[in-house]
């Protein structure tokens, strides 16, 4: 007998869960309970009565989030086995004791089959983030699971308030669940960063970008680079530590060329006037900026988070690429992203191409990027494959 309330799928609508698709969409629901809140723990079944799963419901377009295909309690032993698992899977990925790199991604959402939960570290510091009601309800046991299982974890704070739906989240506040520590360094494949959970974009830093920056030390050397929507400074601090000849940073946020400064700072490589950090819009910079560069990075903000806003996104991605084909010296390198779950890699690689028609640039494809591997994606959820991008060498 299920201690959960139960919800009955239309009859076939059970293909994707068997197919073992973390979301259940309304549409597919034929009954319910209706004394129901947001937030609570369903048993689903078909329509016969067979399990399917054990998730969290929504009054929603997705009306279930998956958190089991077995039939269990979700208890703390559930949240304790799911941080334990996350961390194994970190640890195998040398991510544990790693001296040059002490912040990564501890739980990825559905690619940790937790949808809805985010839970990034830095350093001592653990920032959890919950996407949906049902996991925010259960932040208290999350928080524990995660001072049990990951050690070296002293500080755990909440960061959801902005990700949840508004009239639930109007008495939330961002706040340490344990802890108050908030001067926070960390390391990065050997590179000094400053990281504000309380201030700082998403929560803090964008992990998902490591390898990326990485990969960028290797077209550095002696070059001009214009580092766009350059937040806290990632890849520019990459670029001035491998030998950069100059860097210019451009984001049109105060806040962010704050902590960009700071970081600079963090990393002293070179000489004071090899960085140059402008506080604008990227569009108006590239159009009354005319020097041009040797590596240009475009890595915007989404520039959709729903599919009816697809094809304005698509028209800021062709026009944000064109402009910085124009601004990019004869065999410059582009580092060029999308963010916007509702682009995949298809559309974004055609609207490239586009921007490269319009430029009128020779244009050769040199790696296809992602996001890391503590960052994963779930095999049987696409829509986790949300970063895109292309390092291009322009003629």
């Not at 909440?158 to 739906?165: A, T, V």
């Not at 995949?344 to 921007?355: C, G, P, Y």
Request: proline share 3%.
């Amino acid at each position: 007998m299920s201690i959960y309330p139960k919800i009955i799928l239309q009859k076939e609508k059970e293909r994707s869960v068997q197919r073992y698709h973390p979301w259940i969409f309304s549409g597919a629901i034929q009954t319910k309970d209706s004394s129901l809140s947001d937030g609570d723990i369903v048993e689903v079944t078909d329509n016969k009565g067979a399990f399917l799963c054990i998730g969290h419901f929504y009054h929603g377009s997705i009306a279930i989030k998956i958190l089991s295909f077995n039939k269990e309690v979700i208890d703390q032993h559930f949240w304790d086995k799911k941080i334990s698992d996350a961390l194994q899977l970190r640890q195998s990925l040398g991510l544990i004791d790693n001296k040059e790199t002490t912040c990564f991604r501890l739980i990825h959402a559905e690619g940790d089959h937790c949808p809805g939960l985010v839970v990034d570290i830095y350093s001592t510091t653990a920032v959890i983030q919950c996407h949906s009601i049902g996991m925010h309800r259960n932040i208290s046991a999350i928080a524990a699971a995660i001072k049990k299982e990951v050690s070296f974890v002293e500080n755990i704070y909440d960061k959801s308030k902005e990700n949840l739906p508004a009239e639930y989240a109007s008495d939330l506040s961002n706040q340490f669940i344990i802890g108050d520590t908030k001067e926070i360094i960390v390391r990065e494949n050997g590179h000094t960063f400053y990281i504000d959970v309380e201030r700082g974009q998403k929560t803090g830093f964008f992990l998902d970008q490591r390898n990326n920056r990485a990969l960028l030390t290797e077209y550095c050397r002696d070059k001009n680079i214009l580092n766009t929507y350059a937040y806290s400074g990632g890849f520019s601090v990459y670029a001035m530590n491998n030998h950069a000849k100059k860097v210019i940073s451009v984001d049109v946020s105060k806040t962010a060329m704050e902590l960009l400064e700071k970081n600079i700072a963090l990393n002293p490589s070179s000489e004071s006037d090899m960085h140059q950090s402008y506080c604008e819009d990227v569009f108006q910079f590239l159009k009354h900026n005319e020097e041009k560069f040797d590596v240009i990075i475009l890595d915007p903000p989404a520039f959709a988070k729903s599919i009816n806003k697809r094809h304005n996104a698509v028209q800021a991605y062709k026009r944000l690429n064109a402009e910085g084909l124009k601004k990019i010296n004869k065999g410059g390198i582009i580092f060029t992203f999308s963010c916007s779950q509702v682009v995949d890699r298809a559309l974004f690689n055609a609207t490239v191409m586009s921007a490269a028609i319009e430029a009128n640039r020779e244009v050769r494809v040199l790696h296809y990027l992602s996001q890391p591997p503590d960052h994963p994606m779930n095999i049987f959820h696409p829509e986790g494959s949300y970063l895109k991008g292309l390092v291009l060498y322009v003629n």
